[in-house]
């Protein structure tokens, strides 16, 4: 007895839910959706059968010259249906049937010729056991072949020919900005068609500039190459074109710094169009944008070993210290992306470590974030942090780095430099840590100041722990941090705003730079190449005029220089340099595995002897600036103390050292930074 299932009323009920009055049923409507999707894949399948017909009939009157003999034709017409359903279900197993005709690609026409090829195969294997029946002439088949190829790629590349060559020239005509593009190479062509793929971005590219002479007069999807970037006033007038386009990274930043000094010059706009890993990342999307003060640094891309870091930081608990910071904060967003167990973010800056705890908490997925509120200073308050989470990895990047700030209040920079460092380094090694990285800064070669002398003192203490400890206690050192508040981007960009003048300390001051990304990534490449008591530098590049970088800011503004906004030369300040330091007279530069990244070799002081030069630095702390300053001095070989560093120096004078600082900051000795939190003179 075969019994009869029918659905339950009740359950259906439940499951599907009655629409409101006017409204279709949500289930029935997927449904419809579904099925109408199918059918159209299915009616694009069939388009092919007429194209099959009609290749197939016209290669028998080919091969037979229009007479077919006797008993040919009947055999033809009944193999048809096998021709038919096996280059069918070639088709449907190699998915062509799918392909979009106006995005033909190259990959495509590859997977067509690869399904007319199995189903000529095919219908070569058939054909071998029907012969005596309905089979066919082997030409006939390989001229099918050929045929069928022919047919359908030229249907596909005819149709997108007509979209591209005919219907967006036509729509992207209509308002459309003409423009220029720099570099002939893959990205220029990526750029070009993915512009005239898209009209409603309102561009119309009219010629290519690349640097190549070879490349000149040729065609690169369809726009010609006109000639040199340095030509681009010329050849802008000459095809009105009025923007010019410029593909990053493939266009260097000397070059783009040049082109839009070429492209102000000419009263054309210049714009960068993000490389892929932008695109990738979804840091930027496809719609050209101003030139920032990022695409002007002459800096090449950092490559990170992300095997090695991920291997240093997957699974660990680390630790990072003035996690509010610009240096700190952007560390703790770079260790999330190799999955820590757990990432402790510490700071006494209550404000900043609340906002950045909650940026890092949307991007934590399987991390757990702890904020802490402390300061480096506080022992018993670092103690308890590291017997409770016991961190594998700690990165210090918390210190005072205004450097007329430090100058004005060298007890506080001691204490919190130098002290703060220590007590952080002991207590660390004391809960058994793998690793330390000290975040130092260039200043701390042949110091002038009173910030970089204590930076020294500090990485002489890591560097003395290290001959006592297992752990990794290495130093990585930083130049200059621009972008922040106080630091020479905003500073800049605030004094052209308030109608200039801009002002900039000396005209050959130069300084290298660097994006905060850039910094925190080699710091954490640094991480991994130490075994302990290293002090790690970076390969720089070529160094830039300050002066040279208040003119693009004007430029970018959209200002004429001297014209519309002056610069005003304010003379150097007591201590400042007019150029960086890597290494001092006792260091050796030696190479990496990165690089990037080279070994500045110094031999480590005995731990026993700073402890007691220290411990009397520290009797002084809260003494009168003149006699802190002597004891700095006495402890750090190069240092002089300067003259107007006393605690009587007046708020006035501070206030003109900031308004004046345009190229100090801190950061790892290896160039400015951009983007960060602070600035020193």
């Not at 036509?170 to 070009?192: F, K, P, Q, T």
């Not at 040199?228 to 990053?248: F, M, N, W, Y």
């Not at 003060?293 to 660990?316: A, K, M, Q, T, Y």
């Amino acid at each position: 007895m075969t019994k009869r299932f029918e659905r339950s009323p009740g359950i259906i009920a439940r499951s599907r839910p009655s629409p409101a009055p006017g409204e279709r049923a949500p289930g029935r409507t997927a449904w419809l959706r579904y099925a109408a999707a199918q059918y159209r894949v299915i009616g694009q399948a069939a388009t092919h059968l007429p194209a099959f017909v009609a290749v197939y009939l016209m290669v028998y009157l080919i091969r037979f010259d229009g007479v077919l003999p006797v008993g040919v034709l009947e055999k033809g017409i009944a193999f048809l249906p096998v021709v038919l359903s096996v280059k069918l279900a070639a088709f449907v197993a190699m998915k062509c049937h799918r392909g979009w005709f106006r995005r033909a690609t190259f990959a495509d026409v590859v997977t067509l010729a690869e399904a007319i090829t199995l189903g000529s195969i095919a219908l070569a294997v058939v054909n071998q056991f029907l012969a005596g029946w309905a089979g066919v002439p082997r030409s006939v088949l390989i001229m099918d072949w050929a045929g069928t190829l022919l047919v359908l790629c030229g249907a596909r590349g005819f149709k997108r020919l007509i979209h591209e060559r005919y219907y967006f020239p036509v729509v992207s005509n209509r308002r459309a900005e003409r423009g220029l593009i720099v570099s002939a190479a893959e990205a220029g062509e990526v750029v070009i068609r993915t512009i005239h793929a898209q009209p409603h971005l309102g561009l119309k590219i009219v010629g290519v500039l690349d640097p190549d002479r070879a490349t000149h007069g040729r065609i690169l999807a369809g726009v010609k190459v006109l000639g040199s970037p340095e030509d681009v006033g010329r050849h802008a007038a000459r095809h009105q074109a009025k923007v010019v386009l410029i593909p990053t990274p493939a266009v260097p930043p000397r070059e783009v710094r040049a082109l839009m000094t070429a492209c102000c010059e000419a009263g054309l706009k210049a714009r960068v169009v993000p490389g892929f890993d932008a695109l990738l990342t979804g840091a930027m999307t496809v719609q050209p944008r101003d030139i920032d003060i990022h695409d002007l640094l002459c800096r090449e891309p950092v490559r990170l070993d992300d095997e090695s870091v991920g291997r240093f930081l997957c699974g660990r608990i680390v630790l990072v210290t003035g996690a509010a910071g610009s240096i700190g904060s952007e560390l703790c967003r770079q260790v999330l992306a190799f999955r820590p167990e757990r990432l402790l973010l510490l700071d006494h800056n209550e404000n900043g470590l609340f906002f950045i705890e909650r940026e890092l908490r949307d991007r934590a997925a399987g991390t757990e974030l702890v904020p802490c509120i402390a300061s480096i200073t506080d022992s018993a308050r670092l103690r308890s942090i590291f017997d409770r989470f016991r961190p594998g990895v700690v990165f210090h990047a918390a210190a005072h780095k205004h450097v007329p700030m430090m100058e004005i209040n060298p007890g506080e920079a001691i204490k919190n430099n130098i002290f703060g460092t220590r007590t952080l380094v002991d207590e660390a090694l004391r809960a058994s840590v793998d690793a330390f990285v000290m975040i130092s800064t260039d200043k701390a070669v042949n110091p002038t100041s009173v910030m970089g002398a204590c930076k020294r003192l500090a990485e002489m203490y890591v560097q003395a722990r290290s001959e006592q400890t297992d752990a990794r206690l290495v130093t990585v050192r930083f130049g200059n941090v621009l972008g922040s508040n106080g630091s020479v981007v905003p500073l800049f960009k605030e004094q052209i705003r308030r109608g200039g003048p801009v002002t900039v300390t000396h005209p050959d001051m130069t300084r290298y730079f660097m994006t905060i990304p850039e910094a925190a990534l080699l710091v954490l490449q640094a991480a991994t190449l130490g075994c302990g008591g290293e002090i790690f530098v970076l390969d720089m590049g070529e160094p830039v005029k300050i002066v040279d970088l208040a003119r693009d800011l004007i430029r970018l503004s959209g200002f004429e220089v001297d014209r519309e906004i002056a610069i005003v030369f304010s003379g150097l300040r007591p201590g400042e340099k007019l150029y960086e330091e890597l290494h001092d007279l006792h260091e050796e530069g030696l190479p990496t595995p990165h690089p990037k990244i080279f070994l500045a070799k110094h031999r480590p002081c005995s731990i026993h002897r700073l402890r007691a030069q220290l411990d009397h630095l520290a009797q002084v702390a809260n003494r009168p600036a003149d006699q802190l300053l002597a004891a700095l001095a006495e402890l750090v070989p190069g240092y002089q103390p300067r003259a107007w560093a006393d605690e009587g120096t007046s708020t006035a004078s501070l206030e003109l050292a900031t308004a004046c600082d345009e190229s100090r900051g801190f950061a790892i000795r290896c160039g400015s930074t951009l983007g960060g939190s602070f600035v020193d003179g």
